[in-house]
């Protein structure tokens, strides 16, 4: 079972490009920080502890967060949330993290636009580009 989640935050640095052992297939691996704003008992508003979040964007939209996007940037992610497990390598230990992941069937990322401006550039569909 998988839970859909939207969050909005800044990358925490670049995202990194990888590729698939089965079929070749580009991914990006990035993690996003969400700062949460909260108020003291004196009423200021503060940033609380920012929460990490792994993300894992696949297909064509792997390589447009690679190719646009960069530490710092303002992002915001769709996705659903799965648990990765693998054996620890010096203990053997079974180890576990939540991402996000990104999809063709399911999910959207791209940049935030609530700071900055940003002009679109078009990618052409897979089909126009033959």
């Known amino acids: 079972m998988s839970t859909t989640v939207t969050f909005a935050g800044?990358?925490?640095?670049?995202?990194?490009?990888?590729?698939?052992?089965?079929?070749?297939?580009?991914?990006?691996?990035?993690r996003v920080l969400v700062n949460r704003r909260v108020q003291n008992d004196q009423g200021e508003w503060v940033s609380d502890e920012p929460t990490a979040h792994n993300?894992?964007?696949?297909g064509s939209a792997a390589t447009h967060v690679h190719d646009s996007c960069g530490s710092g940037d303002p992002i915001f992610v769709h996705g659903l949330e799965r648990t990765e497990s693998w054996p620890d390598k010096e203990t053997g230990e079974k180890r576990?993290?939540?991402v996000v992941v990104v999809d063709n069937r399911f999910g959207e990322v791209g940049i935030s636009l609530k700071y900055v401006s940003a002009r679109i550039d078009r990618a052409p569909h897979a089909a126009q580009a033959s």
């Not at 993300?55 to 696949?58: L, T």
């Open 96 to 98: 576990t993290k939540d």
């Open 10 to 30: 800044n990358l925490a640095e670049a995202p990194e490009l990888h590729h698939t052992r089965e079929n070749n297939k580009p991914f990006v691996t990035c």
């Open 55 to 58: 993300v894992k964007v696949f």
